[in-house]
């Protein structure tokens, strides 16, 4: 038992009690959310200190503490303290619950650094329901009709895809007779190669683990519950399913699906995850073309981007053996999607935070109410629309070296086809992405009203902007980073 | 070479167009900033167009080449370095970047953030031409589409917004198949340097991917932008929306990037598979030409008219590309450099007459060659260089690309395809006889006589481009013995 290497996750939860606690005798606000930050901070420090020491278990192989896991929990870390500053002024909405807001967020981003971190199905199941609880909380948070009722569809749907997901856990471990992923590794090897064919149930056990995760990303067409829970959750909230929940939902498909079902099994559910990137993309940006209303466009570009990512994971799934190469290209793949989620969790949350700064403002979410922006706030526009430029994938952004890494791996692999209609899909989002820009700058503004907003949300604005940028010019350091991190998982 | 001229070149607009877009109020300084930003770019581009060793020893030999490690997971440098076939070029985007700023003196609304977009757009296609790298090429390729937009979509006119729309997406279309294709380069070579990618080949193309796919995934980003028939479309509309400056540089360097990618990437990496569907782009090339010309005969928007034009005459570009041989491609590369200042200067006289009569519909104009003789005789010489008149650049460019595709052995029925080629010169002389004819002659048009002639600025650009236009013309050598050397070793590949 090796207390010390579970400091992040203890610190958050420990800093979400006390914060609850803080809120019984503290009046001011500021206090609250200062501790918060601070127990973000001590978890980020914890973190770095751990990076490199490649821990691969503790707490009898439950969790793990590699490079992977540490590469999560800064991540994390990072994405919760940059809500919380943008946080700062949408707060406000919150009449009642505001101490609770953070706790719940602290305590969320704790179950996703122990999804990133888990290498077993209990304890994969167990964090996944600890971030789910309180997401269903925090999006009920607004407590008027709209937000009420997408918790309770957040909910509902939420548990479904949990049920699958347990069904599914169930039947692999009836057929294995182990929950340790590396363990279910070593059983379907005992089995021989080709073992699908001869064991049906394991099969539709994968099927239904990676529906149950198709949940937690927001894969076609498992993406039914996000335009209306994108939309009715508070904005905050929103940016942070986008991001964070999406995120953890890809680490612990990494973790399960490359550790426990690689060989034998890589080119089945790779081809499962090819066509789910691909459906992705079409519907996600299809369906975005005609929106209206900023947080279901958004919403259903996630649907998109968690299209292009699982490029990257069929990629590391579908690959050609070619004798040695497969060592490299294992990581390669691995590499990209977290440098694409890195890149994406950027850039969505400079998205989000111009956004809640806009529409605190003017008290809608649609898209034309943004008319003018240019000439009110020229450098909330400009934030804004270098993240928008950043999701379509044009350079000199994050987002186009992300897809320029994915892809190029997903290439390598002989995914040329996958590829071509990956980036045919992000022309198709250009135009909506562009709409956005077009009614911010071209269109006359209604007021000449400013859009006020406190320092919080413009340094975490000028964080996630300045990140874009130097990660679409310079982005080296971050894919080592990312490549070390993809060396400790799987094989 | 010590000195990094070629990251001066690229990165000075640049540097002038944030340094203008922080300028916030005080705009008077934004057009004298704008003017220095480009003009030291120019003397420099033309400084190492001077020093350009032009011996036999050069020929395909990359000069002032600067090369560091960028990101080192990718195997990707920043490898910058001109050759025979990039410099002209370079020295053209200097040349008319310069003029832009010059012909955007009038600009009078935010011209803050017009000359910023305006200087980006500039950086972006030296970039471009300047270039080792596909990863930095691609990126420099795709910049330049937010300038575009902008430009386009604030100070253009008419259906600007739709414009500036379509050619975000159609652009982004065709560099969409051309990521997949760099990508596909880079993981068959595991290079991302172009040099050592022509060096070496595709040969292990066939294992991975055939090497047809490669090719033409390619070459679509590459003939979106050129235009090539059938995906030239956008380009009459960005032109009619877009503002003077902005077609001078679209007519005059950007759509030679795709010719140049074409030759560079296209053909010095595929040599086998260009000659493989050369026939086929040919007849495209000459459909370009006759359709391009035949529509152009029907215009009457006066920067239309000049659009289509420009569809025609990137036909010959293709034609001498795929010509493949060296005398072609020579021909095809001066008729892009021709064709940049030609039109270039089209469009900027086009703008005067738009902005100075306000009118710009051609059968409302007519006699103006009494009321602005200097427009009008700036606008003849270019109308008949564009047409092909001996002794401007647009003939020697011309001669020198029919010459070589007719007597190209790499393709065969090359002299056929070249006299049908040569239908589309009468057509040209047919239009811009008409233009020419429809706004500057007829009978004198009493309301518009107040309208004012050029004054000193415009002149001064005006028979800047025109002493190029006769420069080239009767002495092409100086810039065809330049494109020899880049372009010598690429049609030894070809063997034609």
Redesign the interface.
């Known amino acids: 038992m090796n207390l010390s290497l579970f400091i992040p996750e203890i610190a958050l939860a420990a800093t979400a009690v006390l914060v609850i606690l803080l809120d019984l005798f503290v009046k001011q606000r500021i206090v609250i959310k200062t501790v918060s930050l601070i127990g973000l901070l001590i978890a980020g420090v914890f973190s770095v200190m751990m990076w490199g020491d490649n821990n691969p278990s503790l707490f009898n192989n439950m969790l793990a503490a590699d490079d992977f896991a540490v590469f999560f929990q800064l991540f994390f870390a990072d994405v919760a303290f940059l809500l919380i500053l943008a946080s700062t002024d949408y707060i406000k909405k919150l009449e009642r619950f505001q101490a609770e807001y953070y706790a719940l967020i602290l305590f969320s981003t704790a179950g996703m650094m122990l999804m990133a971190a888990a290498t077993d199905l209990i304890t994969v199941f167990v964090s996944l329901e600890l971030v789910n609880i309180s997401l269903y909380s925090l999006v009920g948070l607004l407590k008027n009709k709209a937000s009420t009722e997408s918790a309770l569809k957040y909910l509902l749907l939420s548990a479904i895809a949990s049920a699958v997901l347990l069904y599914g856990m169930a039947l692999v471990f009836g057929t294995t007779g182990q929950t340790n992923l590396l363990l279910i590794f070593r059983a379907t090897v005992d089995f021989g190669y080709g073992t699908l064919v001869s064991q049906p149930a394991l099969l539709i056990g994968i099927v239904f683990m990676a529906a149950g995760f198709g949940f937690k990303i927001a894969a076609v067409p498992f993406q039914l519950w996000v335009p209306d829970v994108y939309e009715g959750a508070p904005t905050t909230i929103t940016a942070f399913l986008s991001v964070g929940s999406k995120a953890a939902g890809f680490a612990v498909i990494m973790r399960v699906f490359l550790e426990a079902f690689y060989r034998g099994f890589s080119n089945e559910w790779g081809m499962i995850f090819a066509v789910l990137s691909v459906i992705s993309m079409i519907i996600g940006n299809v369906a975005a073309i005609p929106q209206t209303n900023i947080k279901r466009l958004l919403g259903y570009s996630s649907i998109a981007q968690a299209g292009y990512i699982m490029v990257g994971l069929a990629a590391a799934g579908l690959f050609t053996l070619t004798g040695s190469t497969v060592y490299t290209i294992g990581i390669q793949a691995k590499?990209g999607i977290l440098f694409f989620l890195a890149s994406y969790a950027l850039t969505n949350l400079g998205a989000f935070i111009a956004i809640i700064a806009i529409t605190n403002k003017t008290g809608t979410d649609f898209i034309e109410d943004f008319a003018g922006m240019g000439k009110r706030s020229p450098l909330l526009a400009l934030a804004l629309t270098l993240c928008l430029?950043s999701l379509?994938g044009?350079?000199?952004a994050a987002g186009?070296m992300a897809k320029?890494?994915i892809?190029?791996q997903a290439?390598?692999n002989?995914l040329?086809w996958l590829?071509?209609i990956a980036?045919?899909n992000?022309?198709i989002s250009?135009?909506y992405y562009?709409r956005v820009v077009?009614v911010m700058?071209?269109s006359e503004p209604c007021t000449a009203e400013k859009i006020p907003s406190s320092l919080a949300p413009k340094i975490a604005l000028l964080i996630c902007c300045a990140g874009v940028l130097l990660l679409g010019i310079?982005?080296?350091l971050l894919?080592?980073l990312a490549?070390t991190a993809g060396i400790t998982l799987g094989f | 070479m010590d000195f990094n001229w070629l990251s001066t070149i690229l990165f000075l607009p640049a540097v002038g167009s944030i340094v203008i877009a922080l300028l916030g109020k005080r705009e008077k300084a934004v057009k004298p900033l704008a003017l220095v930003f480009t003009a030291i770019p120019l003397i420099i581009a033309a400084y190492l167009f001077i020093t350009f060793d032009r011996s036999a020893a050069a020929s395909g030999v990359m000069q002032f080449e600067e090369n560091y490690l960028?990101?080192?997971?990718?195997n990707a440098y920043y490898h910058l370095g001109v050759d025979g076939l990039s410099m002209p070029l370079l020295l053209l985007t200097a040349f008319l970047g310069f003029l832009a700023v010059l012909i955007s003196w009038k600009v009078h609304e935010r011209p803050r953030e017009f000359f910023a977009w305006l200087l980006l757009l500039e950086a972006s296609i030296i970039g471009v031409f300047i270039s080792l790298d596909l990863?930095l090429f691609?990126?420099m390729w795709?910049?330049e589409?937010?300038p575009m937009?902008?430009l386009i979509?604030?100070w253009g006119s008419g259906r600007k917004?739709y414009s500036a729309?379509k050619y975000?997406?159609y652009t982004?279309?065709g560099s969409?198949?051309m990521?997949?294709g760099i990508?596909?380069v880079?993981?068959t070579t595991g290079s991302l340097n172009m040099l050592e990618i022509s060096r070496q080949g595709l040969g292990m193309v066939q294992t991975?991917?055939p090497a047809a796919?490669i090719f033409w995934?390619l070459f679509i980003g590459f003939a979106v932008k050129l235009p090539m028939f059938p995906l030239h479309t956008w380009l009459p509309d960005a032109h009619t929306a877009a503002p003077t400056a902005v077609s001078v540089m679209l007519a005059g360097v950007l759509i030679k990037m795709g010719g140049y990618g074409m030759i560079r990437l296209c053909v010095s990496m595929f040599p086998d598979q260009a000659q493989q569907f050369a026939q086929l782009l040919i007849i495209l090339a000459l459909i370009g030409i006759v359709y391009g010309a035949a529509v152009t005969l029907m215009q009457t928007d006066i920067k239309r008219l000049i659009a289509y034009s420009s569809i025609s005459h990137m036909g010959y570009v293709l034609l001498g590309i795929f010509a493949l041989g060296q005398i072609s491609m020579t021909g095809a590369a001066l008729q892009m450099f021709s064709h940049g200042i030609v039109t270039g200067l089209l469009f900027a006289v086009a703008g005067l007459v738009i902005h100075n009569v306000e009118v710009r519909d051609l059968r409302k104009l007519g006699g103006l060659a009494k009321q602005v003789p200097v427009i009008a005789a700036v606008f003849i010489i270019a109308g008949l260089a564009s047409l092909g008149l001996p002794t401007t650049s647009g003939f020697a460019a011309e001669f020198i690309t029919f010459l070589g595709s007719y007597t190209s052995t790499a393709v065969a029925h090359l002299n056929v395809y070249t006299i049908i080629a040569i239908i589309g010169v009468v057509l040209t002389a047919g239009y811009i006889l008409w233009l020419i004819q429809q706004a500057f002659y007829g009978p004198v048009r009493a309301e518009y006589n107040n309208v004012k002639d050029a004054d000193k600025l415009e002149k001064v650009y005006m028979f800047v481009l025109v002493a190029v236009i006769f420069v080239v013309g009767i002495y092409p050598a100086v810039l065809t013995d330049v494109f020899k050397l880049g372009i010598e070793p690429i049609a030894k590949l070809i063997g034609g």
Do not use: C, D, N, R
């Open positions: 590499s430029v379509i044009i350079p000199p186009f320029f890494f892809f190029s290439i390598q002989g040329l590829v071509i980036v045919i992000s022309v250009a135009y562009l077009k700058w071209f310079i982005p080296g894919m080592k490549e | 960028w990101i080192a997971p990718l990863l691609f990126i795709e910049i589409v937010i937009y902008f979509s604030v917004g729309t975000v997406i982004l279309f969409a198949f990521l997949a990508l596909s880079y993981f991975a991917m796919a995934l």
